[in-house]
């Protein structure tokens, strides 16, 4: 199974968001992950039964909405956790505590066409408490697909992310469930 897991909840209590050509900028932790994770499940490209979405609640507080997908969650399974990232790239987006040499395989495998960061730790400056964090104790097979936001806290205040980056996320969560197979064949 591949669990898709992207925080709903959020520290904002109002809406703050512009646009130009090539930004986002606004508060966007984690409207933005969630934003690209719905992008990629209404492309109707992820129709498949070994695919499970996830929009959490509690990941601000206690990661409440996390323990409860956590008890689900099988050591063969694949998780992914869309959020925000502050690590500095040049690059569309950034794999992060992506320890599993499997994982990493599939992943250099699957997204050749793509352009990203991949670290085995977090080099998040802002925070390096996600998801993954409650994941890993149910398989080694993860990551946390963070979508680059700069300018600033993302918990606090506006700060911009690039349109491109959040089409590109959808993008690669879709060729990442497409070739669930080619997964498996690793895991074997
Ligand atoms: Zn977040």
């Known amino acids: 199974m591949v669990f898709i897991s992207a925080h709903s909840d959020t520290n904002y209590k109002h809406v703050k968001l512009k646009k130009d050509n090539e930004f986002y900028i606004g508060h966007l932790d984690n409207y933005v992950g969630v934003y690209s994770v719905m992008k990629a499940y209404f492309s109707g490209e992820l129709?498949?039964?070994?695919?499970?979405?996830?929009?959490?609640?509690?990941?601000?507080?206690?990661?409440?909405?996390?323990?409860?997908?956590?008890?689900?969650?099988?050591?063969?399974?694949?998780?992914?956790?869309?959020?925000?990232?502050?690590t500095p790239t040049k690059k569309d987006f950034v794999i992060e505590k992506c320890v599993s040499p499997i994982v990493q395989h599939f992943i250099k495998d699957v997204l050749k066409n793509y352009e990203y960061d991949l670290y085995g730790d977090c080099p998040d400056p802002v925070s390096n408490l996600d998801e993954v964090e409650i994941y890993k104790n149910k398989t080694k097979h993860y990551f946390s697909l963070g979508l680059p936001c700069e300018g600033g806290?993302?918990?606090?205040?506006?700060?911009?992310?690039?349109?491109?980056?959040?089409?590109?996320?959808?993008?690669?969560?879709?060729?990442?469930?497409?070739?669930?197979?080619?997964?498996?064949?690793?895991?074997?």
């Open 153 to 188: 806290d993302y918990n606090l205040e506006a700060v911009r992310c690039k349109i491109k980056s959040v089409d590109k996320v959808s993008m690669a969560l879709i060729d990442i469930c497409k070739n669930y197979d080619h997964f498996i064949k690793l895991l074997n």
């Open 47 to 86: 129709g498949h039964k070994h695919v499970r979405i996830e929009l959490t609640y509690g990941e601000e507080t206690d990661f409440e909405g996390a323990l409860e997908v956590a008890e689900e969650i099988e050591h063969n399974d694949l998780v992914i956790v869309v959020d925000v990232t502050a």
